[in-house]
């Protein structure tokens, strides 16, 4: 955790500022009239470009992220897989309407699918007349979804259902509000033979609203029906791709340059045989096995599955880095000499990928409907697994047999080459760091004197973590702000970034912080998800050379960069200052070599991340609580003085004179154009 002040003066100053709810919140400084000098040189020998890939986002099916958060699949257990092979089973959260002397529920090893063999078998003891009639509204099964469907007035939902009875069925399907009491939509299911198991489709058109709903399958008709794989996807997805809408928005309009994924601890596996395995999560929905995901503790029915994140890669115009498992969990390792059949496993996925439409592989994608490779550059070779018995010897495996199937391929290591040359060969190394948010403010030096040549960083999960972090602060997304500047300062060696967890259900929170949370119906952002958008028009754009001087360096840090934007086509020098000390700074800026527009002062903008209390956080009732403001910048010019807020994150746009794209390697025409 972060250091304390160590003195009843300093705790009982920042108690009266009202900007430090912890202790440790004060250790960034207790300075006065602060001021500082950032000298920002624009010349064609000091910039460079930064990667379009810098700052991206990492996906792990973690918190329910995808089951019951991106992924828009309504129902949970879809399949009554996730009670185990063994039978009888248990079938949460499906439940039952009417008592056992109406129905009686029960599993089975009878379905059709030969990857997931258990059915849901009704037996329905009640009808429609004679001595014992079933109730009103009958007897039958009730699914609640992820702690409540979100069903809204004027959406279609499709159901998909596979059923099997000796007779004819009459079966209502209807959504419902959590009692059962308030119908939302409804529709009849009539078949007269489906001796045999027969997939059925019914379109659920919503009357009303209700965040809490669910879905009921009901009869009043005597005799047996099994049930299996069952359904219920809204219509409006993204693209029609399975996304939900909200949650797909909020990571799109972070800009990211490429997304990590499926994890994260959820690729190893607490013991090997619940890993994710990518062959069990391709083809139909309704034929996918599902797993245990016995990291985090809970079931998926892997709809997201392997095409289907590359397709959120697609839809969110980001590089796919796919992570993969080596042979390693956290429990249990496969010997260097065992691990051919892995390796094969891992190159029919690339084949998955990258393979034409007439490869065996790829040949199973085109058929899911998508013919056209994905473009797929990079995969890491497991997860945090440097330093086990096996990581080594496998990795290398791994990497000589890729590098030969696909050379243009960049592979990432899971051990740290940031302070010590890495033993073996390598496109990148991952780099991992959760800490209090001293640690991670300070650590935007951390790759100031790693080496220039050789294998580059990805940092691919980063965030204040303990009690600096709450369930998403303000302090927080500061201490990463500055990480991130540094980050960005360093681009050279840093070739990628990104913070985890990237999103959780408040229903299942197995981690804190995370940058977006949600529920059935709502979603919000973080401070540190606000924060990230300071940096999503880095990729590509252009480092200038800044310096900084203060008698507070400790607690400032600031970048300088030139960008593009789209939507005017129009060039700006952007200036990212985070004041970490809770003391305003009076900061003089100066930039040589660069001509302003002269509407600059007009189209010139100060967006600021701050709030009252360094502790403060987002919530459903107050979303935007801690959010970016943007602020007319009255002064702008190329000499001028700015006051930074304590505890504040603050972002300079200046129009340039150029209207031509930056400079990059061997083209100086955006310099020849704007000194």
Partial sequence: MGSSSGSSFTVLLCTLIGLCALNQCCGVGLEANVTAQLFVNASKVSARQIPQSLFGVFFEEINHAGEGGLWAELVSNRGFEAGGQN?????????K????????LSTDRSSCFDRNKIALHMEVLCDSEGPKICPTGGVGIYNPGFWGMNIEEGKNYKLVLHVRSLNAINVSASLTDSTGSQTLASAKILASDVSNWTKLEVLLEAKATNHNSRLQLTTTQKGVIWFDQVSLMPLDTYKGHGFRNDLFKMVADMKPGFIR???GCFVEGEWLRNAFRWKDTVGPWAERPGHFGDVWNYWTDDGLGHLEFFQLAE???????????????????????????FIQEILDGLEFAKGDASTTWGSVRAAMGHPAPFDLKYVAIGNEDCGKKYYRGNYLKFYNAIKLAYPDIKMISNCDGSSTKLDHPADMYDYHIYSDANNVFSRANAFDHSSRSGPKAFVSEYAVTGKDAGQG?????????????????????????SYAPLFVNVNDRRWNPDAIVFNSAQAYGTPSYWMQHFFKESNGATLLNSTLRSDSSASLIASAIIWKNTEDDKHYLRLKLVNFGNSPVNLKISVQGLDLNSKSAASSK??????????????FAQPNKVAPVKLDLENADRNMDVVLSPHSFTSIDLLTASTISPWTEGDDSFYRSSI
């Fill in 97 to 104: 309407i009417g008592d056992d002397s109406s129905v009686i």
């Fill in 315 to 341: 839809d969110l115009g980001a590089e796919p880095i796919w992570v993969f498992n080596n042979g390693i969990s956290h429990q249990d390792e496969v010997e260097t000499s065992n691990i051919s059949p």
């Fill in 261 to 263: 994924f499926p994890g």
């Fill in 606 to 619: 100060k967006t600021v991340l701050t709030s009252t209390n360094l502790m403060d956080e987002n919530s």
């Fill in 87 to 95: 039978i009888p089973s248990n079938i949460d959260p499906w439940s």
């Fill in 473 to 497: 602060s303000l302090l927080a997304s500061l201490a990463e702000a500055g990480f991130l500047i540094g980050i960005e300062k360093n681009s050279d060696v840093v070739e990628m970034a």
